[in-house]
């Protein structure tokens, strides 16, 4: 059976979380480095503009509080499946940030459910 993306179980979707991965990493700092070369290392001014405005800070908090609940369940999910370096998500979102970070943990996710007996989960189970 296939999904709309690719194969619905295994690791067809791998390649795809690691493309959006590799965007997510790249794409980001496309914007942020001309901004940096400008202003300077001013990590003062950077965090003052996330809050600058209104919309500027309710993208801002919706950024944090969603990457906060992904690495919470990130947490539970790697440990529950015994992936190794648990830390990872952690370490993409202060180097590259939650896009970069989500689809980089699905990746891992995926091979990890791959290698379990019966190669999937139970969403996929059904």
């Given at each position: 059976?296939?999904?709309?993306?690719?194969?619905?179980?295994?690791?067809?979707?791998?390649?795809?979380?690691?493309?959006?991965?590799?965007?997510?990493?790249?794409?980001?700092?496309?914007?942020?480095?001309?901004?940096?070369?400008?202003?300077?290392?001013?990590?003062?001014?950077?965090?003052?503009?996330?809050?600058?405005?209104?919309?500027?800070?309710?993208?801002?908090?919706?950024?944090?509080?969603?990457?906060?609940?992904?690495?919470?369940?990130?947490?539970?999910?790697?440990?529950?499946?015994?992936m190794r370096a648990p830390w990872q998500p952690l370490a993409a979102i202060l180097l590259a940030g939650h896009c970069c970070a989500l689809p980089l943990f699905l990746a891992?996710?995926?091979?990890?459910?791959?290698?379990?007996?019966?190669?999937?989960?139970?969403?996929?189970?059904?």
């Amino acid at each position: 059976m296939t999904g709309v993306i690719g194969p619905a179980r295994g690791q067809g979707l791998v390649p795809v979380y690691l493309g959006i991965a590799l965007a997510g990493a790249i794409i980001p700092y496309l914007i942020i480095l001309p901004w940096f070369a400008a202003h300077g290392p001013s990590w003062t001014a950077f965090f003052s503009l996330l809050f600058a405005t209104r919309p500027a800070a309710m993208f801002s908090v919706d950024v944090l509080i969603s990457a906060t609940v992904f690495l919470l369940w990130a947490d539970i999910e790697a440990r529950r499946l015994g992936m190794r370096a648990p830390w990872q998500p952690l370490a993409a979102i202060l180097l590259a940030g939650h896009c970069c970070a989500l689809p980089l943990f699905l990746a891992r996710r995926e091979r990890a459910l791959a290698q379990m007996p019966g190669g999937t989960d139970e969403a996929n189970a059904a």
